[in-house]
């Protein structure tokens, strides 16, 4: 299935410069093709702090410290942050109670902290190797388009 998803980003994103249309195509490419998720989007790195950028799910936090909440981690450590249940993670920010758990990737351009990619889901335990494997390759197509 991650093969399939690189392959339509790939297509999507390929001789388009823009930033924010190769995101929001991304996020929506998720949202549409993974299953038990109700959140995919980026948090941009802009003045030292996480800023909500393209997403596709409800409302969500506009601004996230680095250090704080699973995406602040993954952007303090610069690993993936696998989370099967949000609620035992020291520090959770609950932008929405539904979700239970979460996965966050750092995505890097030109060497530099770009931002995450924020994956959550209503089920405990959503995210697994797979998962974390796929998403990472999605990240690495994605970081060639920005």
């Not at 998720?30 to 409800?58: C, E, R, T, V």
Request: aromatic letters at 8%; charged letters at 20%.
């Amino acid at each position: 299935m991650y093969q399939l998803i690189v392959a339509q980003l790939k297509s999507l994103t390929e001789d388009n410069p823009y930033q924010i249309s190769n995101l929001a195509n991304a996020a929506a490419l998720l949202y549409d093709s993974l299953d038990q998720i109700n959140w995919a989007g980026f948090y941009i790195m802009q003045d030292g702090k996480l800023i909500l950028g393209p997403f596709q799910g409800k409302i969500a936090c506009t601004q996230i410290a680095v250090g704080k909440g699973v995406c602040g981690r993954a952007a303090a450590t610069g690993e993936t942050q696998r989370v099967d249940d949000v609620h035992q993670f020291e520090g959770h920010i609950a932008c929405d109670s539904a979700s239970n758990s979460e996965i966050v990737i750092p995505i890097y351009k030109n060497g530099e902290l770009f931002g995450v990619l924020d994956i959550d889901s209503p089920i405990i335990g959503r995210f697994r190797e797979e998962d974390q494997v796929g998403l990472e390759t999605f990240v690495r197509e994605l970081e060639s388009a920005l």
